[in-house]
């Protein structure tokens, strides 16, 4: 009985601690000349708070000047930080504490804004980031393919990618396979996009929006797919412990200029000669083969 009274006691202390740490949580709005806004998200633990129970507070050497509960959108279905910060001069230093409801527990934000008279940061789509730890602002493709290993080379130049596939192949209905940034989300036309499971018509140019995890950054990438202009077939073979490996390709155009890449270094040069090319004598490695409008990337393995 005494330890059951005793555990009690200790989860009322903690309550009315918690409490206590934000019942103080008051701005005197009359007291200041100029707001700024935010519409922000609340994370914490990488947890993205969801309650209307939650608070975010903004603060002024140790000043409550905003505070609010979170409030439910339905059109994104997601708890949303409305808040008004109040000042009588630019360029002080905001510092945010966010209460967690559910854990009942205060948390203290790392990163800081500063006070701009009427600014407003975030929206729905992009919104200001509260969060402890600080969440990743990177918004990268990493990589970038198609389903059902159709893809021959995949060259990425900043924020343009390359994929280049056969001739004559259909490009109407692609589905699309990529890794991004840590917590990162690719968009087209602002609808989410989930890798696998996007199909899109890359007979012309596409472009995708990438959202950092913070949504701090919104990145754009353009992605174009190249039919070759003429039938090439590859073929390897895999290096053994008694012979190298070779790379042999086939194509219907005399004189046509093949080029073998390795570690972007030209390895060899040939041209088609009776409908073939023969790179033989070649170590394991990632090796690149461009010739009549194909490139294609080909591996040679040890094959014991």
Known sequence: MKNYTYSVFVLFFIGISAFGQT????????????????????????????????????????????????????????????????SNENGETINFKVFDKTNNKVKEIEQTSKFEINEHYGNLFQAYSVSNPVLNEEAEILTFDF???????????????????????????????????SGAQLFVNGVLQDSGNTSIDFSDTNEFQVRSQDQSVLKTWVVNV??????????????????DGAIKLLSSVHNSKATLTKDGATHATQLVQNGEVLFNNLEIGTYVVKVGGNIKEIVINLKE
């Open 226 to 243: 190249s039919n070759a202009i003429e039938d090439v077939t590859f073929y390897k073979k895999d290096a053994v412990c008694y012979a």
């Open 147 to 181: 389903e059902g290993d159709i893809s021959n080379y995949v060259v990425f130049e900043g924020s343009q990618i390359i994929v280049f596939v056969d001739n004559g192949l259909n490009t109407s209905n692609l589905n699309t396979l990529f890794s991004l940034s």
């Open 23 to 86: 019942e103080n949580w008051l701005v005197e709005e009359n007291d200041f000349q100029y707001t700024m806004s935010f519409v922000a998200f609340a994370n914490v633990d990488g947890v993205q708070l969801s309650s209307k129970d939650d608070k975010v507070a903004a603060f002024v050497n140790g000043e409550c000047r905003g505070v609010t509960n979170l409030t439910y959108v339905q059109s994104e279905d997601k708890y949303y930080v409305y808040l008004t910060v109040f």
